[in-house]
């Protein structure tokens, strides 16, 4: 899922941004999420990658960084923008990389897969290179990329004042369901002219062609690859289109391109999403030092979805404003068990009920979510109407009780009537090297279901890693994982079957 970079790198941009973002707002912006820390690049001629230092024009000064890593390094690489069509129109790709920081010991270029959709991997080389483990930093040159209508590639523009009209995703009628349908058709219009041509081009099938484009391009004759989240559907459907160009592949927290219908895909969701409600719960009752140990966890929570049901929840990074119930689910709870936080999440809960309810009003509506865009061009999920949207939303509060307006749900909604190029299947890959398939048992977002099913359908080419504890993303979670890791990236050596680490502490 997405997640937002420090304050500094949300200021950093690069001039290739500029002119698409001009006469509007790119969505991720919009949203809140960090626009990619994009960069003064130079442009690539004929699929090479010419590097400069990653500049942030307020300072006019090559990125500073820690001495004893090497600086990040960026590029653009122009890719057409239909691959059905290659000699037709182009968009550059934002680019970046750091270098090994032990050249005499370096195995090459590992590609890292940004999350989302919507994430920037451009962002994660420049400013959270502390993601990947120092024996990966030191062996491999780390390159990443903002997937096309991301950051700096082509980003997704649409008006401000059309995405401020969005309506509520909580429906509530056949009236309201007729609403969203218009408003997100009147929407994808808007979009479109002001993002050129991308945008129907955005779903993960023509960024699979973008990416052996830039292996390519890195002078790799096989690709090493690291996704995480989303980035798990690219590698996953990479190793399917181009299964003798892999070297090495981790597919990290797992996406499931394969669940077939709406409440299949809606009902997971749900369900690993209320298992880590239910972790944290467990772990309150048995930790002295939660703030909320020997009290009914579920009551107090349920005390503040009431209040932030009624606008009476005071926002506790906007005093005096009041929090939704979708964004205390979705901002503050998610935002807790992605990083395994549940002692900060016992304490944020503590704190919000001790504030005093704000006089009741309407809450505002969640904003159009990022990554929409692009997740609409990966997943048919059909609502034919008001009463099939009731009864999903009725399934869902039954499998996640404790977590109304969970966000897959407001996805759903935002995808009503889109068209979709890239709709789910079943993996069918033949002739890849072993594939790691690493997932913490009790993930949020990506359910441990889902990466045993995509194991079992990489078939031969699956090796299932377990990290037996919580939170989305694993492969630095304690020495077990990091050195399994580690191990399969430079020596290409798998994990044997069933493979398994402990939990790290909470």
Not at 301 to 308: Q, V
């Amino acid at each position: 899922m997405p997640s937002g970079g420090s304050s500094a790198l949300r200021r950093i941009t690069v001039r290739a941004a500029a002119a698409a973002m001009a006469g509007g707002v790119a969505l991720a912006v919009v949203t809140g999420l960090a626009a990619a820390p994009t960069v003064h690049a130079a442009p690539s001629s004929a699929g090479t990658l010419r590097w400069m230092p990653c500049v942030d024009p307020e300072r006019g000064d090559p990125e500073k960084v820690d001495p004893e890593k090497p600086g990040a390094e960026c590029a653009t690489l122009p890719v057409p923008v239909d691959w059905a069509h290659p000699n037709g129109p182009k968009l550059d790709l934002a680019v970046a990389r750091r270098k090994a920081t032990a050249p005499d010991a370096v195995v090459g270029s590992m590609v890292f897969g940004p999350g989302g959709p919507g994430d920037s991997g451009v962002q994660m080389v420049v400013g959270n290179i502390s993601r990947f483990s120092p024996e990966v930093r030191r062996r491999f040159d780390i390159v990443s990329f903002d997937p096309r209508g991301v950051g700096a590639s082509n980003p997704v523009t649409c008006s401000p004042a059309l995405l401020a009209e969005r309506p509520s995703p909580v429906l509530r009628s056949q009236e309201d369901f007729d609403a969203t349908l218009a408003y997100n058709k009147r929407l994808r219009a808007d979009c479109r002219a002001r993002t050129g041509p991308v945008f129907d081009h955005l779903d993960t099938a023509q960024t699979v062609r973008d990416l052996d484009a830039l292996r390519t391009a890195l002078g790799e004759r096989k690709l090493t690859f690291h996704g995480s989240s989303y980035g798990t559907l690219l590698g996953a459907q990479y190793a399917e289109t181009y299964p003798r160009r892999v070297r090495a592949m981790v597919l990290e927290s797992v996406i499931d391109h394969s669940v077939p219908t709406t409440r299949d895909f809606l009902h997971a969701e749900a369900a690993t999403a209320e298992d880590s409600f239910q972790e944290f719960v467990k772990w309150c009752e048995r930790a002295t030092d939660c703030a909320l140990h020997g009290r009914d966890v579920r009551t107090v929570w349920r005390g503040l979805l009431a209040w932030a049901e009624r606008g009476e929840l005071e926002d506790p990074t906007k005093p005096g404003s009041s929090l939704s119930s979708s964004d205390l689910v979705n901002k503050i709870a998610f935002r807790k068990f992605y990083q395994a936080d549940y002692r900060g999440l016992a304490t944020a809960i503590t704190g919000m009920e001790a504030s005093r309810p704000l006089p009741a009003s309407p809450t505002s509506t969640a904003p159009l979510p990022a990554a929409a865009p692009v997740f609409c061009s990966d997943w048919h999920l059909p609502v034919r109407d008001y009463r099939d949207y009731a009864a999903v939303v009725t399934m869902m509060n039954r499998a996640a009780p404790d977590l109304p307006h969970l966000l897959p749900l407001h996805m759903t909604a935002a995808c009503l009537g889109a068209p979709t190029a890239n709709p789910q299947h079943r993996l069918h890959v033949h002739g890849a090297p072993p594939i790691l398939v690493s997932n913490a048992l009790h993930d949020p977002a990506t359910g441990y279901p889902w990466a045993v099913s995509v194991a079992r359908q990489l078939g031969r080419s699956g090796a299932l890693l377990t990290y037996e504890g919580h939170g989305h993303g694993s492969v630095t979670s304690g020495p077990c994982m990091e050195h399994a890791v580690n191990s399969y990236l430079t020596d290409l050596a798998v994990p044997p079957p069933g493979a398994r680490c402990p939990a790290e502490p909470l």
